[in-house]
């Protein structure tokens, strides 16, 4: 059974940093795709960010230069460094993992969800 736990989420001021986690299980992530999603109230959920098990990654224009998505195969575990945060970054940021016929963003189906983590931007 695949579990996706995200942590590190909270309130920052805009120009701030967050770390947001995703432990893993169910799955080897070194050899599967995983990415960040993230959903506003009354807004549709977004890519933010992917990782390929080549370690290629793709991310939303809103946030390229500011994140960065990695992963530590040892420890089974995802991250999303967001720096330089902004009013705009405010959302429920989900860690998702492959299902075959999820919604596929660069390549990548996904199907399983975290439960959420949020993060708000003030500015």
């Known amino acids: 059974q695949v579990q996706l736990v995200e942590s590190g989420g909270g309130s920052v001021q805009t120009g701030g940093s967050l770390r947001l986690s995703c432990a893993v299980s169910?799955?080897?992530?070194?050899?599967?795709?995983m990415g960040w999603f993230r959903q506003a109230p009354g807004k549709e959920r977004e890519g933010v960010a992917v990782i390929h098990s080549d370690g290629m990654t793709y991310y939303a224009d809103s946030v390229k230069g500011r994140f960065t998505i990695s992963k530590d195969n040892a420890k089974n575990t995802l991250y999303l460094q967001m720096n330089s945060l902004k009013p705009e970054d405010t959302s429920m940021y989900y860690c998702?993992?492959?299902?075959?016929?999820?919604?596929?963003?660069?390549?990548?189906?996904?199907?399983?969800w975290g439960q959420g983590t949020q993060v708000t931007v003030s500015s």
């Open positions: 169910g799955y080897t992530s070194s050899r599967i795709c």
């Open positions: 998702a993992a492959p299902a075959p016929g999820g919604r596929v963003w660069y390549g990548c189906f996904f199907g399983y």
